[in-house]
């Protein structure tokens, strides 16, 4: 592997973690090389041992951190129902943003669902108010709350909500929820609302490498719930942090800043991989924790829970496809297109290719492309592999999070899933 000059060598991916991270899935090739030749190809790949295995993980580590956390998968990351039944399973509720999600959600076994989101229709809440029994709603905003109110009405009932705190005031993520600063104007309104009994809080952050988004945002949440009615105080039965975990091995790259790589490079070598570190879960858990109980615990006596979604699924399914044409040297052409995953991720985003058929420890250079009518339809820049031929089954690891749920019926069919 080659570097470049002018950038930080911190950043590099260590060729020992690009190792040990190959050497499970060559050690498994036969198993997949057997769906492929049982199923056909393309594959999506899901792994249910995987899953339970992440899911304890993460349950294990904030629960010996926090007292009886609670635990919701953020169905968006995956939205196949195998994955959100295997969780539940676990022990996981689930956290749904749409009715279509809801619906899903409702099908499995699932006790607890929580309905975040923006812009929720009032079809959409009156399923929620349907199934109350199941369903807390995470309220987006003053008017979404008058909405859920006239829903419940109607239904002469009364819903157990929360309501999404943002946590930026401006920007694009002003879209969600309301300033924490109008809390006390949100409670003085649900005072009004006779059918929304409203006993909880959310706020959520993404792409967190460390936990100290989370835990800046807890202790300005203290803050703000020290000023509080102590009514609300008293009716305030959880709070939910949200998700953003990333996973453990940090964000694999082309290029340290997340530009696209260009695909007109020299293909005589492969190319440098980076990486921006991620912490542990045990970390994520434990600065969560001591922040917890220093800036909430001693206003508000409330269960603290929380929506993983690509921590957990993230290496839970793989992608399986065969080489269609070797056009050159450097050059193939698979039969899955990127359809497969709904976006471009490729071309900034770094996963290893894994050639089942000739295995080898080693990264060839080569373009890995698929088999749209479209440039940007790139898999790799690279194989690990003795060599690559028309046939060959290929491997692309840990696309468990926000692929499947992107996937798009675009030129080529969609690959089908099959359970190891």
Not at 200 to 206: C, E, M
Not at 249 to 276: I, N
Not at 370 to 391: M, Q, R
Request: net charge negative; charged share 20%.
């Amino acid at each position: 592997m080659t570097t470049h000059p002018d950038v930080d060598a911190s950043l590099l991916l260590p060729p020992d973690e690009l190792a040990a991270f190959v050497q499970p899935y060559l050690d498994r090739r036969q198993a997949y090389l057997d769906l492929a030749a049982t199923h056909g190809s393309p594959l999506y790949v899901l792994e249910p041992d995987v899953l339970v295995r992440q899911a304890q993980a993460f349950q294990g580590a904030f629960s010996a951190k926090l007292p009886d956390p609670g635990f919701f998968f953020a169905v968006k990351s995956n939205n196949c129902p195998e994955v959100s039944k295997t969780l539940v399973s676990c022990g996981f509720g689930l956290d749904v943003s749409s009715g279509e999600e809801l619906a899903m959600a409702l099908d499995t076994e699932a006790t607890t669902i929580v309905f975040s989101g923006p812009g929720k229709t009032t079809e959409e809440l009156a399923l929620a108010v349907a199934n109350r029994g199941r369903v807390t709603v995470l309220i987006d905003s003053f008017g979404e709350m008058e909405r859920l109110e006239a829903v419940a009405a109607t239904a002469q009932t009364t819903v157990l909500a929360g309501v999404r705190l943002t946590t930026a005031a401006d920007g694009l993520w002003r879209k969600f929820g309301i300033l924490p600063e109008r809390l006390a104007d949100f409670y003085e309104t649900s005072k009004t609302c006779g059918h929304v009994n409203l006993a909880g809080l959310q706020f959520h952050t993404s792409w967190n490498l460390d936990p100290k988004a989370h835990v800046a945002f807890i202790e300005r949440l203290g803050a703000v719930l020290a000023r509080m009615p102590i009514t609300f105080i008293r009716q305030l039965a959880f709070i939910d942090i949200g998700g953003g975990f990333w996973p453990e091995q940090g964000e694999w790259l082309h290029h340290p800043e997340g530009t696209p790589a260009d695909p007109k490079t020299s293909f005589s070598h492969v190319r440098p991989h980076f990486r921006l570190p991620a912490r542990p879960i045990t970390d994520f858990a434990g600065a969560i924790g001591e922040a917890v109980r220093r800036h909430i615990f001693p206003v508000a006596d409330v269960r603290i829970c929380m929506e993983p979604g690509r921590w957990v699924c993230h290496p839970a399914m793989q992608l399986l496809m065969r080489v269609i044409d070797r056009k050159a040297d450097d050059l193939v052409v698979t039969d899955a297109g990127t359809n497969a995953i709904g976006w471009e991720r490729f071309e900034t985003d770094y996963f290893p290719v894994l050639n089942l058929s000739r295995p080898d420890t080693r990264e060839q250079p080569c373009l890995i492309l698929g088999s749209l009518c479209t440039p940007h339809d790139v898999w790799g820049f690279g194989y690990f592999g003795k060599n690559i031929a028309e046939g060959d089954i290929l491997l692309i690891p840990a696309q468990g999070a926000y692929t499947y749920s992107l996937r798009q019926n675009f030129i080529k069919p969609l690959p089908r899933l099959v359970i190891l």
